[in-house]
């Protein structure tokens, strides 16, 4: 299931060297990190306003959709930065079977 993060991302690597007008992922990097930070958090609001909706309406799909929209968004900041999806999911590899509230405690004494 993993594998189309893997998938994409290799996409959105390729796309480093991409014309903006014909990828739009392209024209993200083009505009800077700022922008693609602007997205992942305009896509977070959309996610929120449709987890709202699905509770009233009992209807998922445009939570799945708005979610889709900001995995993608975040795998488009990983990989402005340098980083690959992998590391995202060895870090919840890490924490699997880890109670949430250990695991805070455990950041909290990190810091
Ligand atoms: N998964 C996605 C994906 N999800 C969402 N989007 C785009 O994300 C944009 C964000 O949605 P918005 O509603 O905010 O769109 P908007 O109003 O046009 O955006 P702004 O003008 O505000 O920036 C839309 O243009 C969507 O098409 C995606 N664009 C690309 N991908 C993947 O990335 C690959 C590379 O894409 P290109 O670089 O465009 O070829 C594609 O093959 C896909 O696999």
Same mark, same amino acid.
């Given at each position: 299931m993993s594998d189309i993060l893997s998938q994409l991302h290799q996409v959105l690597?390729?796309?480093?060297?991409?014309?903006?007008?014909?990828?739009?992922?392209?024209?993200?990097y083009a505009k800077g990190l700022?922008?693609?930070?602007e997205k992942v958090g305009? #896509?977070?609001v959309e996610t929120? $306003? %449709?987890?709202?909706?699905?509770e009233v309406s009992g209807k998922t799909d445009a939570l799945i959709s708005e979610t889709a929209?900001?995995?993608?968004h975040s795998l488009?900041?990983?990989?402005?930065?340098? #980083?690959?999806?992998?590391?995202? $999911? %060895?870090e919840l590899?890490?924490?699997f079977g880890l109670s949430g509230h250990d695991e805070k405690a455990a950041r909290g004494s990190k810091h």
């Open positions: 690597e390729s796309r480093k060297g991409s014309d903006p007008d014909s990828s739009y992922v392209a024209s993200l700022n922008k693609i930070l305009e #896509e977070a929120i $306003l %449709a987890a709202r909706d699905a929209d900001l995995w993608f488009v900041m990983l990989a402005k930065l340098g #980083e690959h999806p992998d590391k995202v $999911l %060895a590899e890490r924490r």
